[in-house]
């Protein structure tokens, strides 16, 4: 079982919006703004999609965008292309016990 | 542009122990702030960080697997190597190593290696 929880599944169709959750607890994801995205597709290893919450590595496009309230964080994809259907992961920092936890991840499916 | 490759067994046997590497190039293992990762993934399930190692010579690692891991680096190889002690059947994955900036996050990965646990 992951430390942090995410729906096992999301959808949408081309062009629309998508949000996906991860929660946490306030040792992880309430307690700093270190929540990480990765993408990724089968076969491959993950992509840092957002880091720091909000931030976006440079070659990302900027429909993905992330966002933290309480022990929530969420991960948008806005205009959604084909090329988005992966498997999306959650993490966070989690002190320097526990460090970095993971999300269970998200099967993104584009319709 | 930083790239990193894990390499090592694809079978192991039950109560070996495992020995990966992870050969780097892109940045140095001694730079401030910088470190060297390794997280793994069973086939069709989730991520799950295992262990990393700070430049200078820190160590972190998961609370559930403390006791079977050591994870070491070899700054003038740009090598870092983590060893699993005990290994079970359910330790099969992928094992992947990635570079972790300063910032506090996992921002290059490697393309992975499975390791199988089967006697």
């Known amino acids: 079982q992951s430390a942090l929880t995410q729906p096992p599944s999301a959808s949408g169709s081309p062009g629309q919006s998508v949000t996906i959750s991860c929660t946490g607890t306030?040792?992880?994801?309430?307690?700093?703004?270190?929540v990480s995205w990765y993408q990724q597709h089968p076969g491959k290893a993950p992509k840092l999609m957002i880091y720091?919450?909000?931030k976006r590595p440079s070659g990302v496009p900027g429909r993905f965008s992330g966002s933290k309230s309480g022990n929530t964080a969420s991960l948008t994809v806005s205009g959604l292309q084909a090329e988005d259907e992966a498997d999306y992961y959650c993490s966070s920092y989690a002190g320097s016990n526990n460090f970095e936890v993971f999300g269970g991840g998200t099967k993104l499916t584009v319709l | 542009q930083i790239t990193l490759k894990e390499s090592g067994p694809t079978l192991v046997k039950p109560t070996q122990t495992l020995t990966l590497t992870c050969t780097f190039s892109?940045?140095?293992?001694?730079?401030?702030?910088?470190?060297v990762g390794w997280i793994r993934q069973p086939p069709g399930k989730a991520l799950e960080w295992l262990a990393l190692i700070y430049w200078d010579d820190d160590k972190r690692y998961s609370p559930s697997l403390k006791s079977r891991l050591t994870i070491t680096k070899d700054t003038s190889k740009n090598q870092v190597v983590l060893t699993m002690t005990n290994m079970d059947p359910v330790d099969t994955a992928t094992y992947y190593c990635a570079h972790w900036p300063g910032a506090l996050t996992f921002d290059s990965w490697g393309q992975g290696t499975l390791v199988t646990v089967s006697s």
């Open positions: 720091d919450v909000t």
């Open positions: 306030s040792s992880d994801v309430g307690a700093y703004n270190y």
């Open positions: 892109g940045f140095s293992v001694s730079t401030s702030g910088v470190g």
